[in-house]
């Protein structure tokens, strides 16, 4: 088993791939990809409810997707260390095109619950594009490039929510209404063309990254990989910070369309432009603000600034009195975590060497999808008791994740 150090020891040799023109075609991969997801997230509670979902049934389908990634996810890191990252890629992300087509024409509840799970079993590539940007980045550029790739999944959400608002209006040109079957089919359709695309870009213009490893290299299991991420006195930190503001973000995101309707008679249209104002806060703040803050102080201060500025916003939002400040607070709560989701990825990459990074970076995706899996199962609940109860239970949840952050900075330099 390799000891991993806090800082990731340079590839043997120049990857094939690490031109700024074949990053570039990467992150338009990306976007192309996250538009059609973002396509889906405002949706989902509306989607649900016309399938007549119960609250906690609309929270259930998101979490049905995170439980997927996180039975997938390491999967697919491992995968991607072994074989490559470009296959991986494209066949995760046509698994993807197949699945939207499949929820566009589910029949029930519950035949969409199983779609999202095979979804987020097939589409749990996250940790491959990370895994692959780390391959053919230097470690001091790391946290600069993983924002590059955060403000690509960021502009994903400006157009996807976008699309996803203003695609079911196409639904009255057909003689449907705008809340009907048709008004849904139509985005995911669109989605499923989007990913289609994606998956084709990959074939064409992306050239693997690293060489495959031999065939009978062995393969720990995830219990093996998660041992010694336990024992390393940074990734232990990281992988609990994933997981406990995960949790508090996607309760709040699973909840946001209820939220919504229920204080200020939102639909799907409201919700995906708001979305979009999100995207927008978020792609500036990891393209353009996380790479040079955390090259002045550090990553770990950067993750712990913007957990606290998540925590604040979350207490907050339930008291937002009019929906015009909605976009306003939930635009702070998007702005910490493009704070915190380049500096994740940043910390991991340093701490673990070349041959373990889409393994370790899947570990901490798959606690990601633990965290969006649980996050909305706890919201929806809540949400019935209070329709303010997630926001403030997200908001208690960061307290611990900001101790943990603390405490990294001091870790890493006693490791080295």
């Given amino acids: 088993m390799t000891t991993l150090s806090t800082t990731a020891a340079p590839s043997s040799s120049k990857s094939p791939d690490a031109s700024p023109r074949a990053l570039y075609v990467l992150l338009l991969v990306v976007f192309i990809n996250l538009v059609g997801f973002g396509l889906v997230i405002p949706l989902l509670p509306f989607y649900a409810k016309s399938l007549s979902a119960s609250p906690w049934q609309v929270t259930a389908l998101f979490s049905a997707y995170s439980l997927g990634q996180f039975v997938a996810e ?18 995760t992300i046509l698994a993807n095109t197949l699945c939207y087509v499949a929820l566009a024409f589910a ?6 619950f199983a779609i999202r799970l095979v979804s987020g079993c097939a589409t749990g590539n996250i940790s491959t594009i990370q895994g692959y940007m780390a391959d053919v980045t230097p470690p001091e550029k790391r946290a600069g490039r993983m924002g590059l790739l955060g403000a690509a999944f960021g502009m994903g959400f400006v157009v996807g929510p976008t699309l996803g608002g203003l695609l079911p209006s196409l639904a009255k040109v ?3 209404s705008e809340s009907g079957r048709l008004a849904f089919q139509i985005p ?39 041992r010694t991420a336990r024992a390393h006195p940074v990734l232990s930190r990281v992988l609990l910070v994933t997981l406990i503001s995960t949790a508090a973000f996607a309760g709040m995101e699973a909840v946001f369309g209820l939220w919504t309707q229920a204080r200020f008679d939102w639909g799907p249209r409201q919700v995906g432009l708001c ?3 999100i995207g927008v806060i978020a792609s500036v703040g990891q393209g353009l603000v996380t790479g040079r803050l955390a090259r002045r102080f550090g990553e770990a201060k950067v993750l712990t600034a913007g957990l606290g500025i998540i925590a604040l916003s979350l207490a907050v939002t339930p008291f937002v009195p009019t929906a015009a400040f909605v976009p306003v607070v939930v635009g702070f709560t998007a702005f910490g975590q493009s704070l915190v989701f380049p ?12 041959d373990k990074q889409g393994e ?13 899996m649980a996050g909305p199962m706890l919201a929806g609940p809540l949400f019935g008791l209070a329709i303010g109860g997630p926001y403030w239970f997200g908001a208690l949840l960061m307290i611990p994740a900001i101790a943990f952050a603390l405490t990294i ?4 330099k006693a490791a080295a």
Avoid at 75 to 91: E, K, M, N, Y
Avoid at 107 to 112: D, E, K, R, Y
Avoid at 409 to 412: D, G, L, M, S, Y
């Fill in 343 to 354: 500096c994740i990825a940043a910390l991991i990459s340093r701490a673990t060497p070349p």
């Fill in 409 to 412: 900075e001091h870790r890493a």
């Fill in 188 to 226: 995911l359709l669109t989605a499923a063309v989007l990913a289609a695309i994606a998956a084709l870009g990959v074939f064409l213009f992306v050239v693997e990254s690293r060489a495959p490893s031999a065939k009978d290299a062995p393969r720990p299991h995830r219990r093996e990989a998660l």
């Fill in 74 to 91: 390491p999967f697919w890191g491992r995968l991607s260390d072994r074989i490559g990252r470009r296959p991986v890629l494209i066949v």
């Fill in 360 to 372: 370790m970076l899947g570990l901490n995706m798959a606690a990601g999808s633990l965290a969006r």
């Fill in 107 to 112: 029949p029930s509840i519950g035949w969409a």
């Fill in 174 to 176: 057909f003689g449907h």
């Fill in 275 to 277: 979305f979009a104002v």
